[in-house]
Structures are given as C-alpha cells and as structure tokens.
C-alpha cells in the first residue's frame, strides 16, 4: 500500500522552530515533485512549499525566509524546517508526492501532523 509518514509535528512557543519529515513507500510512479500543505481550523487547505526533481523551491508569501522545504524526491524524502513560527502557523501539515504515469498525473497524501504554535 502506498504510505506517506509524517513525522515532527509538535507544540512550541512563538520564535521556536520545528522540522518536520516525510518518507514515502509504495509509489511506482515516478514523483516529479513533493511538498507540504497545511489547514487550519475553518480554513482552506494552502501550500506551504514545494520541490521538484530540479531541485526547484517554492513557497507561500507568508513562510519566504522562516521555512526552508528540502529532501530528494527520487528517495522519497521531503523535510520542512520551519523557524521564526508564529501562532498563524498554527495548523495540520500534511505531506504530499506527485507522480506522472501515462495516465496523467496523481496526488498522494500524508495523514498530517499537528503543529501548534502558543504561549
């Protein structure tokens, strides 16, 4: 079965930091990018940031400069360092893989990691 297994989510006062770490299994297909999403509570779920094979970087406005996404996709790796958080971090971040095939391309999800940011 395909899994993504998140680790690294936890509680932390404002100013504090966390990595967070996916390791992906039962992908076939080849994954041309990886990345995290979050949701908070009554919110949409965002991007957080992203990497392709390339080695490309991108991120949300609001985590440039205080998140740094990195890993190698072709060991289905992907970690978040999150530094500087603040309580508007505060959600459920869940890893994801993408893949391409000769049927078009497809999403796989983590179960998500709780991250809380208070004082």
């Known amino acids: 079965q395909v899994q993504l297994v998140e680790s690294g989510g936890g509680l932390v006062q404002p100013g504090g930091s966390l990595r967070l770490s996916c390791a992906a299994s039962?992908?076939?297909?080849?994954?041309?990018?990886m990345g995290w999403f979050r949701q908070a509570p009554g919110k949409q779920r965002e991007l957080v940031a992203s990497?392709?094979?390339?080695?490309?970087?991108n991120y949300a406005d609001s985590v440039k400069g205080r998140f740094t996404i990195s890993g190698d996709n072709a060991k289905k790796l992907v970690y978040l360092q999150m530094n500087n958080l603040n309580p508007g971090d505060t959600a459920v971040y869940y890893c994801?893989?993408?893949?391409?095939?000769?049927?078009?391309?497809?999403?796989?999800w983590g179960q998500g990691t709780q991250v809380t940011v208070s004082s």
């Open positions: 994801n893989a993408r893949t391409s095939s000769s049927y078009g391309s497809k999403d796989y």
């Open positions: 039962g992908i076939i297909a080849s994954i041309y990018a």
């Open positions: 990497i392709t094979n390339g080695g490309r970087t």
